[in-house]
Protein backbone atom coordinates (compact mmCIF):
# COMPACT_ATOMS: atom_id res chain seq x y z
CA UNK A 1 0.00 0.00 0.00
CA UNK A 2 1.24 3.38 -0.96
CA UNK A 3 1.12 6.32 1.34
CA UNK A 4 0.89 10.20 1.07
CA UNK A 5 1.52 12.13 3.82
CA UNK A 6 2.07 16.28 4.31
CA UNK A 7 5.58 16.94 5.96
CA UNK A 8 3.85 17.93 9.04
CA UNK A 9 1.24 16.13 9.51
CA UNK A 10 -2.02 17.10 12.07
CA UNK A 11 -3.01 15.22 15.26
CA UNK A 12 -6.47 14.01 14.70
CA UNK A 13 -8.66 14.00 17.85
CA UNK A 14 -9.34 10.17 17.76
CA UNK A 15 -8.28 7.24 19.89
CA UNK A 16 -6.06 4.29 18.47
CA UNK A 17 -8.61 1.80 19.52
CA UNK A 18 -11.04 3.21 17.32
CA UNK A 19 -9.18 4.48 14.34
CA UNK A 20 -6.94 1.23 13.09
CA UNK A 21 -10.68 -0.67 13.37
CA UNK A 22 -12.17 2.24 10.84
CA UNK A 23 -9.09 2.17 8.97
CA UNK A 24 -8.98 -1.38 8.67
CA UNK A 25 -12.51 -1.46 7.89
CA UNK A 26 -11.62 1.40 5.08
CA UNK A 27 -9.10 -0.56 3.27
CA UNK A 28 -11.33 -4.16 3.10
CA UNK A 29 -14.30 -1.81 1.33
CA UNK A 30 -11.53 -1.06 -1.55
CA UNK A 31 -10.48 -4.52 -1.77
CA UNK A 32 -13.73 -5.94 -1.33
CA UNK A 33 -14.68 -3.92 -4.58
CA UNK A 34 -11.75 -5.46 -6.60
CA UNK A 35 -8.66 -3.48 -5.35
CA UNK A 36 -5.13 -4.74 -4.72
CA UNK A 37 -4.02 -3.86 -1.46
CA UNK A 38 -0.42 -3.27 -3.05
CA UNK A 39 -1.92 -0.86 -5.77
CA UNK A 40 -4.36 0.90 -2.93
CA UNK A 41 -3.24 4.53 -1.89
CA UNK A 42 -3.49 5.67 1.99
CA UNK A 43 -3.67 9.53 1.21
CA UNK A 44 -3.66 11.70 4.81
CA UNK A 45 -3.88 15.47 4.62
CA UNK A 46 -4.07 18.57 6.48
CA UNK A 47 -7.56 20.06 5.66
CA UNK A 48 -9.21 23.71 6.86
CA UNK A 49 -12.83 24.42 5.64
CA UNK A 50 -14.45 27.20 5.34
CA UNK A 51 -18.01 28.02 5.19
CA UNK A 52 -17.82 28.88 1.41
CA UNK A 53 -16.80 25.27 1.04
CA UNK A 54 -19.54 23.54 1.07
CA UNK A 55 -21.57 22.42 -1.80
CA UNK A 56 -24.57 23.46 -4.14
CA UNK A 57 -26.90 21.54 -1.05
CA UNK A 58 -25.21 22.45 1.71
CA UNK A 59 -23.30 19.47 2.45
CA UNK A 60 -19.48 19.01 3.96
CA UNK A 61 -17.84 18.97 6.89
CA UNK A 62 -18.55 21.94 9.40
CA UNK A 63 -16.09 25.05 9.18
CA UNK A 64 -12.50 23.92 11.37
CA UNK A 65 -9.76 21.93 10.51
CA UNK A 66 -9.26 18.31 10.28
CA UNK A 67 -7.11 15.50 9.07
CA UNK A 68 -8.68 13.59 6.32
CA UNK A 69 -7.99 10.19 5.72
CA UNK A 70 -8.65 8.35 1.98
CA UNK A 71 -8.24 5.28 0.94
CA UNK A 72 -8.34 4.91 -3.02
CA UNK A 73 -7.88 2.17 -5.40
CA UNK A 74 -9.26 0.08 -8.02
CA UNK A 75 -12.16 -2.00 -8.29
CA UNK A 76 -15.92 -1.81 -9.45
CA UNK A 77 -17.25 1.81 -9.10
CA UNK A 78 -19.36 2.85 -6.24
CA UNK A 79 -22.45 5.00 -5.57
CA UNK A 80 -21.43 8.29 -4.80
CA UNK A 81 -22.52 8.61 -1.08
CA UNK A 82 -22.32 11.14 1.85
CA UNK A 83 -22.15 10.38 5.77
CA UNK A 84 -22.15 12.56 8.86
CA UNK A 85 -23.67 12.27 12.57
CA UNK A 86 -26.68 13.71 11.31
CA UNK A 87 -27.35 12.35 8.45
CA UNK A 88 -26.41 8.83 7.59
CA UNK A 89 -25.44 7.43 4.42
CA UNK A 90 -28.30 4.87 3.09
CA UNK A 91 -26.14 2.83 0.64
CA UNK A 92 -22.42 1.46 0.18
CA UNK A 93 -19.75 1.10 2.22
CA UNK A 94 -20.45 4.29 4.42
CA UNK A 95 -23.65 2.39 5.31
CA UNK A 96 -21.76 -0.49 6.59
CA UNK A 97 -18.91 1.60 8.21
CA UNK A 98 -21.50 3.66 9.88
CA UNK A 99 -20.73 2.37 13.24
CA UNK A 100 -17.45 2.48 13.12
CA UNK A 101 -17.66 6.56 11.44
CA UNK A 102 -19.69 7.23 14.59
CA UNK A 103 -17.07 5.18 17.39
CA UNK A 104 -13.90 7.18 15.53
CA UNK A 105 -16.01 10.52 15.72
CA UNK A 106 -15.75 10.59 12.23
CA UNK A 107 -16.71 14.38 11.43
CA UNK A 108 -17.77 13.88 8.09
CA UNK A 109 -17.19 11.07 4.97
CA UNK A 110 -17.71 10.33 1.37
CA UNK A 111 -17.03 7.84 -1.37
CA UNK A 112 -16.44 8.95 -4.90
CA UNK A 113 -15.91 6.21 -8.36
CA UNK A 114 -14.07 8.03 -11.17
CA UNK A 115 -12.28 6.38 -13.95
CA UNK A 116 -12.49 3.12 -12.35
CA UNK A 117 -11.12 3.89 -9.00
CA UNK A 118 -13.00 4.53 -5.78
CA UNK A 119 -12.38 6.54 -2.59
CA UNK A 120 -13.58 6.26 0.68
CA UNK A 121 -12.54 9.64 2.76
CA UNK A 122 -13.01 10.66 6.17
CA UNK A 123 -12.41 13.76 8.09
CA UNK A 124 -11.39 13.97 11.52
CA UNK A 125 -11.18 17.17 14.12
CA UNK A 126 -7.71 18.42 14.55
CA UNK A 127 -6.21 18.09 17.84
CA UNK A 128 -6.16 21.45 19.66
Known amino acids: MRVERPPELWEA ?19 ALGGRLEELTLNASNVVVSADDFD ?14 TVMG ?5 DDATWSPQGAARTGALK ?22 GTITVFLARKA
Open 13 to 31: RAEDTTLVPLLGEMIAARL
Open 96 to 117: RLAGRLAEAGVRYAYTRSFDGK
Open 56 to 69: DEGRGPAPGEYVAL
Open 74 to 78: DGAPE
